[in-house]
């Protein structure tokens, strides 16, 4: 039987650089977000020309590894953007109460591993970050509540701080979706006296942990938490489901 050999055919520069690019994303140098540098600055760092950097740019926003704005430069997708956000947008804008609950087992899920390996893995600048949100929301609830945009962000820095590529796009991905869930969650906390004090602490006890380095106490915190807000939610699901006859 003859063996057919296919010839070798150099890779174009455009190849490259999506290769590399491609790689920096995978490595999680490049994170869901984050704005790359222009064409002329990669032309520049890269050693090639603008062309070929555009020809890389093209293939990489078909691939759906990158998204160009305009007038406001080019971003990282996140790999999981178009398999997982779609479908759940709709439900989401309904604030659907199943949805929020099922959001909460998830957020079980994946923010106490998050806690874990952050604690294992945070360098200090997120554990700075870290005290720096939480120093916003503290004061914050002296007013009586803080806002759900600063707590999603101490979230994601935990997760950030896991340095696992996949968990945080995945994490990014649906990023809307934890803070819609972390805005209902806090409207019913707010209704009852001593929650503030109570949510406050559980914060405090999750920062604390990671910074201590103490991987076990994290994720038991964060879970101790997140089983806080799953139970509210709960009774926010009993109240909204409608009575049967």
Do not use: C
């Amino acid at each position: 039987m003859a063996v057919v050999f296919k010839p070798i055919r150099p890779k174009k520069l455009s190849e490259e650089i999506v290769d590399q690019i491609k790689e920096l994303i995978a490595r999680g140098e490049l994170q869901p977000g984050q704005r790359i540098p222009s064409e002329r600055e990669l032309a520049t760092f890269l050693g090639v020309s603008r062309p070929s950097v555009r020809e890389a740019i093209m293939v990489l926003e078909a691939m759906g590894f990158l998204d160009s704005r305009q007038g406001g430069g080019t971003y990282v997708r996140s790999l999981a953007e178009r398999t997982m956000a779609d479908p759940l947008a709709s439900m989401v804008e309904r604030r659907d109460p199943r949805m929020l609950h099922a959001l909460t087992e998830v957020r079980m899920g994946l923010e106490s591993w998050s806690a874990y390996l952050a604690a294992k893995r945070a360098e200090n600048s997120e554990i700075e970050r870290l005290r720096e949100l939480f120093a916003v929301m503290e004061e914050q609830a002296e007013t009586g509540g803080w806002d759900a945009e600063i707590d999603a962000q101490f979230h994601l820095t935990i997760t950030e701080a896991t340095h696992n590529t996949l968990q945080i796009h995945v994490l990014n991905t649906i990023q809307e979706l934890f803070k819609a869930n972390i805005m209902v969650a806090l409207s019913e906390f707010y209704s009852k006296e001593g929650y503030v004090e109570l949510l406050i602490s559980h914060h405090r006890d999750i920062m604390e942990a990671i910074a201590d380095r103490d991987p076990e106490r994290a994720r038991d915190k964060m879970m101790e938490h997140l089983t806080l807000v799953e139970e509210k939610l709960r009774i926010f699901l009993e109240r909204e489901r409608p009575e049967t006859r």
